[in-house]
């Protein structure tokens, strides 16, 4: 069992920045991809970046591609989504996901946060 808290969502202005962060708990953080998926008010969930267990391969949706960065510390068991360049219409709340299969745009994971909300103001 994995048990994943999110933390770091709040208000900011167009074009600011926020880190989130998810901490994860047990002893086999490694061993799981790590992604951070979004849903904003009256839309599906999206993904929106991931990376593999090593941290050494990393993916994300075209919307964010160059304004956001995933990456990991596998000795904190947590995983970071830095977000520069903020828009409104990024806001949503932010989840982040494990899985033990590898990284997938869908949200097959198989564990999940409860979420920390971002909203961004014009």
């Known amino acids: 069992q994995v048990q994943l808290v999110e933390s770091g969502g709040g208000l900011v202005q167009a074009g600011g920045s926020l880190r989130l962060s998810c901490a994860a708990s047990?002893?086999?953080?490694?061993?799981?991809?790590m992604a951070w998926f979004r849903r904003a008010p009256g839309k599906e969930r999206e993904f929106v970046a991931g990376?593999?267990?090593?941290?050494?391969?990393?993916y994300s949706a075209d919307s964010v591609l160059g304004r956001f960065t995933i990456s990991r510390d596998n000795a904190k068991n947590t995983v970071y989504l830095q977000m520069n360049s903020l828009k409104p219409e990024d806001t949503a709340v932010y989840y982040c996901?494990?899985?033990?299969?590898?990284?997938?745009?869908?949200?097959?994971?198989?564990?999940w946060g409860q979420g920390t909300q971002v909203t961004v103001s014009s």
């Open positions: 047990g002893r086999t953080f490694s061993r799981y991809a």
């Open positions: 996901a494990a899985n033990r299969n590898g990284v997938l745009r869908t949200p097959e994971y198989d564990y």
């Open positions: 990376l593999n267990g090593s941290g050494d391969r990393r």
